[in-house]
């Protein structure tokens, strides 16, 4: 829903209408405190009962797991299956992709290598953009200027309303 906007007609009444934004603006601050202590109090309360759910069911978990493992080539018809189905549900067993494990003590030494061998590494290039927006911007004759493509966006103008006697205080811990 777009904003009402209401004429000022002099500067007493925009005084006015600085002091009531400042006034909204503690307002909107309050209520958003308000509901984050909410929110925090809610999730608390949710977590409490979630907890013991939550050991329950990992230990349901490690107990169907162990019955599994022992079970095992029953299950999977001595490992033709990965899967096995139960009246309420199935498990699965399934292996994870291999990692590569880079030790982080050697990892230099390793790359020094492997920059040798070719096909191992990867460099990247990227615009430097601060560099690309000074040559742009203080040298007149810049062999920049006639690239296609770049060009610099003039800094827009932003307008601000402050409040005096209004400041939002700092958000205190919303838990508490």
């Not at 500067?11 to 909410?38: P, S, V, Y």
Request: charged residues 35%; aromatic residues 2%.
């Amino acid at each position: 829903m777009p904003a009402k906007s209401m004429p000022i007609k002099n500067d007493a009444a925009c005084a006015e209408a600085i002091a009531r934004i400042g006034t909204i603006r503690a307002d909107l601050a309050r209520i958003e405190t308000e509901k984050a202590k909410a929110v925090a109090k809610a999730a608390a309360a949710a977590e409490e009962t979630a907890s013991p759910l939550q050991e329950e069911e990992a230990g349901l978990v490690v107990a169907v797991e162990a019955y599994c493992a022992k079970e095992r080539k029953r299950l999977t018809e001595n490992g033709k299956s990965k899967t096995a189905e139960f009246k309420t549900g199935k498990v699965a067993w399934r292996k994870g992709q291999a990692k590569l494990v880079i030790d982080p003590a050697l990892e230099d030494k390793i790359l020094d290598k492997l920059k040798k061998l070719q096909g191992f590494t990867k460099t990247k290039i990227a615009i430097d953009r601060s560099a690309v927006k000074t040559s742009l911007t203080d040298d007149k004759a810049s062999p920049l200027k006639r690239i296609k493509g770049l060009s610099i966006e003039e800094a827009k103008e932003t307008f601000s309303v402050t409040p005096t006697g209004a400041e939002l205080a700092e958000r205190k811990d919303l838990a508490a």
